[in-house]
């Protein structure tokens, strides 16, 4: 219910008591006295909240006897409170709980409270004002308590509905428990609200119930039904309890979803192939082929898989399941199969059985007119053959070391050389059979002398080659049989399958370059069985080597000559500074050198050897170096 402004209400009353009654001022007769009151007409509040109801009449009133009173559902009042007010003064106040818990209360101002409101409490509340000579006046205050219900409860019904029915059946129930007031309980399908009547007619309607609990609170259940369709057996359902509060304000409560088990007859039958097929129905032998039926009933009706033989069906598997599985099929189950489904409710006109066509192809092992080897003479020709059988036709074509070289099933080789040898292959596969396919090869060996070839050497310019320089050769040949190579010279490496293949092998050979060899040059040789055939390799001019030992004479000696002048020069700068002296010159010794005396015992010889080593050198003595500049 929404909620009102609080209003005036002016109560206009003619006194008939005599004047002075209870020393009330009474107004001249034939005047008319007037009490005014401001109180609200409705009130609401959530359960468990604090309520208060004012009444105070309106102006100044010296004295006024203020009473509240509730009004039952019969309409009949029970006094709450009664309180006189003198001045500013609220006196002699009466309360009358009637068993409430918390009891009502009276403020300071008359204000009737209602402590943690409750259900209970949903009344009329009455205020009488006594105002003497003023007259007397009355107003009423409705109260309402808003208690948020529980979330709704669905129960859907259990069993298997129809859409055969011709009249609309009970699909679900829901239920809001311990609300306050009664919610509205709207349905929902696929999520849009459903109008349903509350009317009962064959195609929908809802019937509601309200209980009232012994708590006070109310429990709205609302059941309905409907007459269902096909789309149904897909359609999410659900309800909602929409309740009230204070202040016009809405909320919502959702129930969990349900989905009902229908039964509708079949009306088409899907019928393919689920393993991996081409769009004609083509399969590879060997692989498991899984047929797939599907009917569009509810519940699942029963499937005949047969196989049709001669126009007569030969049935392979009764189930509900829809599907049937062909473990490794082989080519003689290549044949029209076919699904029907068993619905005694389904439209005369509707068509349950269906067909289709298995095709299991195959290929079988190539054959080879050649067989896996195949030799010929050099310049010889032949004919290679491939034959392959398998459904649908193969493709043929073939190749020569994965390069292709035909397209038909005969390959035709002519006068075939060393560069015909090799592996040829032979493919057969089928366009619309993913992954279907066989080869087969056979290696091509041409017989024939040796080829041979060389990696010359290429000097600078003529006569470049000097004695003793090394060189590297290389042969290659190639030939069935394999050819051996050798060399005029020792030390040739042995005989190898060359880099890049393609029947080459190579020998290698590393020597000094001589004068001899010059003149003879360096051969090497290819030979098999058939035949042999040699390359020589030359070399030109050859320029002689220097003399070794010649030279090693002239260093020697210019290292000699250049020592010996070194110690020369050492021995001049350690003289330097005295003059060069004769064989034989004496020098007078230096002043302030002392007399030598010879004793008997010491030679001249030996002393000046002495001084001179004694002195560092010839400097104070006439013999051993001091002879020499």
Request: net charge negative; with cysteine; charged share 20%.
């Amino acid at each position: 219910m929404p909620a009102q402004r609080p209003k005036e209400l002016a109560f206009l009353m003619r006194t008939p008591l005599p004047a002075r009654i209870l020393g009330w001022d009474c107004p001249p007769a034939g005047s008319k006295a007037e009490v005014r009151l401001s109180v609200p007409s409705l009130v609401e509040v959530m359960r468990g909240e604090s309520v208060t109801l004012d009444c105070s009449p309106l102006g100044t009133h010296d004295y006024f006897m203020l009473e509240w009173f509730l009004v039952d559902r019969f309409e009949v009042r029970h006094l709450l409170a009664s309180a006189e007010l003198r001045g500013s003064e609220l006196r002699d106040k009466v309360l009358n709980s009637r068993g409430r818990s918390p009891p009502y209360q009276l403020d300071s101002r008359g204000r009737l409270v209602l402590p943690e409101a409750q259900v209970g409490d949903e009344h009329d509340y009455v205020c009488v004002v006594k105002a003497g000579a003023a007259g007397t006046a009355e107003a009423t205050a409705r109260l309402n308590v808003y208690v948020k219900p529980e979330a709704p409860e669905v129960s859907p019904y259990k069993g298997t509905l129809t859409v055969m029915s011709d009249f609309a059946e009970e699909i679900a129930t829901c239920t809001s428990r311990n609300g306050n007031p009664v919610p509205q309980i709207i349905w929902y399908r696929n999520g849009q609200p459903l109008t349903v009547p509350l009317e009962v007619n064959s195609e929908g309607y809802m019937t509601i119930r309200t209980v009232r609990e012994a708590s006070g609170l109310l429990t709205f259940s609302s059941s309905l039904y409907l007459r269902l369709h096909k789309p149904d057996g897909e359609a999410s359902f659900h309800c909602a309890a929409h309740y009230y509060l204070p202040a016009g304000q809405h909320g919502r409560l959702d129930s969990p979803s349900f989905s009902l088990s229908l039964h509708y007859p079949t009306e088409h039958v899907l019928f393919w192939l689920g393993s991996q097929s081409t769009a004609e129905g083509w399969v590879r032998e060997g692989d498991s082929v899984q047929l797939l039926c599907q009917g569009d009933g509810s519940p699942s009706p029963e499937y005949t898989f047969f196989r049709l033989q001669d126009k007569q069906e030969d049935v392979l598997k009764i189930s509900l399941e829809g599907n049937l599985t062909l473990e490794r099929v082989q080519r003689n189950q290549s044949g029209t199969y076919g699904c029907r489904v068993e619905d005694y409710d389904a439209p005369e006109d509707a068509e349950l059985s269906k067909t289709l066509e298995l095709r299991v192809a195959y290929l079988d092992s190539l054959e080879l007119s050649t067989g896996e080897e195949l030799s010929l003479p050099l310049g010889n020709s032949t004919t290679a053959t491939c034959s392959a059988r398998g459904l649908p036709t193969p493709t043929l074509y073939w190749t020569k070391d994965s390069a292709p070289v035909g397209e038909d099933p005969t390959l035709s080789l002519h006068s075939v050389t060393f560069d015909s040898a090799g592996t040829y292959t032979c493919e057969a596969y089928m366009p619309r059979i993913p992954l279907l396919s066989r080869t087969r090869s056979f290696r091509l060996l041409v017989q024939g002398t040796p080829e041979l070839k060389a990696k010359e050497t290429q000097p600078k310019v003529e006569g470049s080659w000097t004695e003793g320089d090394e060189v590297t050769l290389i042969c290659y040949a190639r030939g069935y049989p394999e050819p051996k190579l050798s060399w005029s010279q020792l030390g040739g490496s042995p005989t190898e399958p060359a880099p890049g293949g393609q029947g080459w092998v190579s020998s290698s050979l590393t020597l000094k370059v001589t004068s001899a060899l010059s003149q003879d040059g360096v051969s090497c040789e290819a030979s098999n069985p058939l035949g042999n055939t040699q390359h020589v390799f030359h070399f030109g001019t050859v320029a002689p080597q220097t003399s070794q030992a010649g030279v090693a004479v002239m260093a020697v000696a210019i290292s000699v000559a250049l020592l010996l002048l070194v110690v020369a020069v050492f021995y001049c700068m350690r003289r330097k500074g005295r003059p060069c002296c004769r064989r034989g010159e004496k020098r007078s010794p230096p002043p302030g050198d002392p007399k030598l005396s010879h004793s008997g015992s010491e030679q001249p010889e030996q002393t000046g050897l002495l001084k001179g080593s004694a002195s560092g050198g010839a400097k104070h003595g006439s013999g051993g170096f001091g002879d020499e500049c």
